[in-house]
């Protein structure tokens, strides 16, 4: 409840702004940025795409643990294990230093 309230404050505060106050908000909300980014290692980079693939394929997902993540230029490859000859298996890119996911897909 309380996130929303903030999102709905946000939101009316940049719509009211004009485009120099906009500029002014964002450059003073611009936050801490660690120095190895947001995803700094496999295990996060694990768990990030775990959270990702859970609502969208379900517990399932669990049958191609363990999963490996390969960090290649800034962007972590995370992938599941495949235990069978048939299927497939999870696939996410998510970048190192802003944690934005870059692919989703599921082989077959």
Do not use: R
């Not at 106050?21 to 936050?31: A, D, F, M, P, Y």
């Not at 394929?57 to 049958?63: A, F, H, L, Q, S």
């Amino acid at each position: 409840m309380f996130k929303l309230f903030i999102t709905s404050v946000t939101i009316m505060v940049f719509a009211m702004a004009t485009p120099n106050k906009v500029e002014k908000i964002i450059n003073q909300t611009s936050g801490y940025v660690p120095n190895e980014g947001y995803v700094p290692n496999e295990e996060t980079a694990i768990k990030i795409a775990e959270a990702i693939w859970f609502p969208i394929y379900g517990e399932k997902i669990n049958d191609n643990k363990p999963f490996q993540a390969v960090l290649v230029k800034g962007i972590w490859q995370v992938t599941g294990t495949l235990h069978t000859s048939k299927g497939g298996v999870p696939y996410a890119e998510i970048q190192k230093s802003d944690c934005k996911i870059l692919k989703v897909a599921h082989g077959k």
